[in-house]
């Protein structure tokens, strides 16, 4: 087992089931997602950083999920773009390793980000007198920096057990990146303890967090239906529906994914499933954190404005 497993040098990445022409039409249409992703989140982070009116911890934690679709994208994305340009691609052990761990490092942050974004508005609309008490900078910084430390800390728990089990092929992966439940079926050693580790590992970051998260809406829900003002509330619940059906979409596919049975779900509906979780999704919270936010339209009013009078 030992001897097997220092050969194992590198996978096969074998991608998607198309043809050479059909390869193009996809491999265009993720690279302009690709690009926008990167585009509108660098530009979010821009604006935060430039413009003295966001610099509150709201925007804080928004710049955060910026930067977690960013890393996410990059870690993932490209090496679908080459992998549709050259089917059957080989990624060295450690680098498949490597993108294993990022992998499930940037969404465990990511669903905790989300939660402490969704306790940020629920004080800010149910607190608003208290706001800058309760959620203090010191509180954010403490509330992204768990964030962001859980989501690595459960990824290593993962990966150190990924790196405990021997490979002996076959090297080939069926899937577009090294998906760790993909890897896992290349291992020739039983891998049960790799799989209740990963469904409890899912249970504690996607199914805790959802519960926090629309125990926060019900809240904010209940404070909007107090407004007086039905245009004010009309608004507010905009608002709070756009973020609902997001959070669904994102905790839904991530359930899906990591704790269905996979007997319930072929691997060409769980490849389809992380597309959208790697393209579609970092695009979404975009548009409804960011692009849909009146001081977030502001700031880029005020910054194009400024640009246009220098010219």
Known sequence: MEKNQTMVTEFILLGFCLGPRIHLFPFGLFSLFYVLTLLGNGVILGLISLDPRLHTPMYFFLSHLAIADMAYACSMVPQMLVNLLSPAKPISFAGCITQTFLFLSFPHTECLLLVVMSYDWCVA???PLRYSVIVSWRVGISLV???WACGSLLALVHMGLVLRRPYCGPHEIN???CEILSVLKLACADTKLNQLVIFAASVFVFVGPLCL???SYARILAAILRIQSAEGCRKAFSTCASHLCMVGLFFGS???MSMAPKSLHPEKQQKNLFLFYSLLNPMMN?????L???EVKGALRRALFKESHKI
């Open 125 to 127: 609309i149910c607190h």
């Open 145 to 147: 920096g768990t964030s």
């Open 175 to 177: 899937y577009f990146f």
């Open 213 to 215: 998260l629309l125990g």
């Open 254 to 256: 991530a359930i899906i």
């Open 286 to 290: 975009l548009l409804i954190y960011s």
């Open 292 to 294: 849909r936010n009146k």
